[in-house]
């Protein structure tokens, strides 16, 4: 236990660092509109697959918190998350780059006075409400699932399926070159859970009602 408090504080202080690291650069949402083609090769297909390193939905992006895709961006360009097409990107952006983008997708779709329940309309079934409170999702994710305590963390919420699976499992993998994610407290909470309860619980977490979107470019239709 006092192990894991002492990790955990790690974690803590790293990500306050590197939040006020982000805080110095702000995104631009029209300037971020002009850096986007490549990511709009893929998220903005609706519903598009990629069958590379795995099968699954490209995340719904759209909606989502800027300080989280910028979060997310950087573990890509440092390997800290392993996904070749997502690393090949991620390398060609800057800092600022990666800020604009991020500010753009967090604005795209967004409907101003618009929110979803403070807590899920849908009840998870029982067996699903013991791996929710097993794993604790609620103190990261927020009761709702799309208010994160921190910015850096995720919407989750009415976030596809198949990708919220394959999220999951990257954190459990090791020793892997092109799949895995190196972040403690979302390794520790999967590697917990057998692979059909993981799909359990990211069935349910997707069928909740959510800010995230894919929207489709006219463009590539």
């Not at 697959?49 to 800027?66: C, D, L, N, W």
């Not at 590697?191 to 894919?214: C, G, N, P, T």
Request: hydrophobic share 40%; charged share 20%.
């Amino acid at each position: 236990m006092k192990l894991f408090l002492t990790t955990l504080a790690a974690i803590i202080v790293a990500s306050v660092t590197t939040l006020a690291t982000a805080q110095e650069i702000k995104g631009n949402v029209i300037t971020g509109e002009k850096k986007v083609a490549l990511c709009l090769g893929c998220h903005g297909i609706l519903g598009f697959h990629t069958g590379f390193p795995e099968v699954y939905r490209v995340p719904k992006i759209s909606g989502q918190g800027a300080k989280y895709i910028v979060s997310a961006l950087t573990a890509y360009k440092k390997g800290e998350r392993k996904n070749p097409s997502m690393r090949a990107v991620a390398e060609t952006l800057s800092d600022q780059d990666i800020a604009d983008v991020a500010a753009y997708f967090s604005a795209q779709g967004v409907v101003d006075g618009a929110t979803i329940p403070a807590t899920p309309t849908k009840e998870p079934k029982a067996a699903v409400a013991a791996l929710l409170t097993k794993a604790g999702c609620v103190s990261c994710h927020g009761s709702n699932f799309s208010k994160p305590i921190d910015p850096t963390y995720p919407k989750i919420a009415g976030q596809y399926s198949d990708y919220l699976y394959f999220a999951l499992m990257s954190y459990k993998t090791e020793g892997k070159p092109m799949i895995g994610r190196s972040n403690p407290i979302m390794g520790a909470m999967a590697k917990q859970f057998s692979d059909e309860e993981l799909h359990l619980l990211a069935d349910y977490v997707s069928s909740l009602d959510s800010e995230l979107k894919s929207i489709q470019q006219p463009r590539l239709r």
